[in-house]
C-alpha cells in the first residue's frame, strides 16, 4: 500500500507543475496589467491568427496556453486540469501525459485559428482549455479501454461531463469553442496512439 502512495505522488507531479506554471504566470501578469484586457494579453503572447498566419508568430499557438483571461478563467480551467489530471497522469505516466497535453493544446489551437480563418472572423484567445480537453479526451479513452471505469471517474460521468462543457461554452458567447472540440478529438486521437492497457498477470495457485 505504502509503494502504490509514493507511486502516485510521483506520477502527480506533472499535474502539479502545469497547474503552478499557470498560476505563476498569470500572478506575473497580473501585477503588470489588467489579464481581462486582450490587448494586454496580446502583447504578452495570446493567439490572434492574422498575428499568426501573416507575422509567423507560430510561438502563440504555445504561449497562449498559459495565459488566462482573469482569474475565474483561470480557476475555472485549473480545477478541472487538477481532476483530470488526477485521474490520468498516475495511469498513463507524466510523460504521455505532458504530451498530450501540450500536442491537444496545440491542435485545439490550430483547429481555432482555421475556423477564424473560414469564418473572417478574428479575436484575442487564450487558455489552457483546449489541452485541458484534449486530457478529457483522452480519459475517456483509457475508460473505454478499462470497461468504463477508471479509479472513481465512470466513463458515463466523463461523457456527462463532456456534454456539459461543450453545452455551457456554445450557449455562452467569448467562448473558444473550436480549441475544445479540436483538443477533445485531439487528446482522444492521441491516447489511441499512446496508451496501451497493461494486462494483468495471471496467478496459479501451486498445491503441494
Known amino acids: 500500500m505504502e509503494n502504490k502512495g509514493r507511486h502516485q505522488k ?14 505563476i504566470v498569470f500572478l506575473v501578469l497580473s501585477m503588470q496589467g489588467m489579464t481581462e484586457d486582450a490587448e494586454f494579453l496580446l502583447h504578452h503572447g495570446a493567439m ?8 509567423g508568430e507560430f510561438y502563440r499557438l504555445f504561449t497562449c496556453m498559459f495565459l488566462h483571461f482573469g ?8 480545477i478541472v486540469l487538477l481532476i483530470i489530471g488526477w485521474n490520468l497522469e498516475s495511469i498513463i505516466g507524466k510523460t504521455r501525459f505532458l504530451l498530450i497535453f501540450m500536442a491537444s493544446g496545440l491542435c485545439g489551437n490550430i483547429v481555432s485559428a482555421l475556423w477564424d480563418i473560414s469564418a473572417g472572423e478574428y479575436a484575442v484567445s487564450a487558455g489552457a482549455s483546449g489541452a485541458v480537453f484534449g486530457l478529457i479526451g483522452a480519459l475517456l479513452y483509457v475508460a473505454i479501454c478499462n470497461r468504463g471505469n477508471i479509479g472513481d ?7 456527462f461531463m463532456i ?3 461543450l453545452y455551457y461554452g ?11 472540440v479540436g483538443g477533445l478529438l ?4 492521441f491516447a489511441v496512439l499512446l496508451y496501451r492497457k497493461r ?4 496467478r496459479q495457485t501451486v498445491w503441494n
Open 48 to 55: 490572434y491568427v492574422p498575428y499568426v498566419a501573416e507575422g
Open 10 to 23: 510521483k506520477a502527480l507531479n506533472m499535474t502539479v507543475l502545469l497547474v503552478s506554471v499557470n498560476v
Open 153 to 159: 471517474i465512470s466513463g458515463r460521468g466523463i461523457v
Open 170 to 180: 456554445f450557449v455562452n458567447t467569448g467562448v473558444d469553442n473550436a480549441a475544445h
Open 71 to 78: 482569474f475565474e478563467h483561470l480557476m475555472n480551467n485549473m
Open 199 to 202: 494486462k494483468s498477470k495471471s
Open 163 to 165: 456534454v456539459i462543457m
Open 186 to 189: 485531439s487528446g482522444f486521437f
